[in-house]
């Protein structure tokens, strides 16, 4: 199973941008599908997720700017990000729980200008 993200980019301040990952898969195969980032110098942090039943939940860092949500007939996943601060300024990556096993796909790098 692969997990592809894509739509990172240079935004200034308030704009925004859609993320998307595409499973090698279908994804309700997943229990769950999230988004993390990781800022320079920074761990890894979660922003947000969705489970199969399409509950979705977020960082409080995000919440009310950002919208996660997945296309199951194109096996893909998105984040919508709007608002965007420079503390948004991270690599984003998706990630998929797949049985007993959680997959990264690459990260898709996020740049927000003041």
């Known amino acids: 199973v692969q997990l592809q993200a894509c739509g990172g980019g240079l935004v200034q301040v308030g704009g925004s941008l859609t993320l998307s990952c595409t499973a090698s898969?279908?994804?309700?195969?997943?229990?769950?599908m999230s988004w993390y980032r990781q800022a320079p110098g920074k761990q890894r942090e979660y922003v947000a997720d969705?489970?199969?039943?399409?509950?979705?939940g977020y960082a409080d860092s995000v919440k009310g700017r950002f919208t996660i949500s997945r296309d199951n007939m194109k096996n893909t996943l998105f984040l919508q990000m709007n608002s965007l601060k420079p503390e948004d300024t991270a690599v984003h990556y998706c990630?998929?729980?797949?049985?007993?096993?959680?997959?990264w796909g690459q990260g898709t790098e996020v740049t927000v200008s003041s």
């Open positions: 990630n998929a729980v797949y049985g007993t096993v959680i997959i």
């Open positions: 898969r279908n994804i309700l195969s997943f229990k769950r």
């Open positions: 969705i489970i199969a039943n399409g509950n979705a």
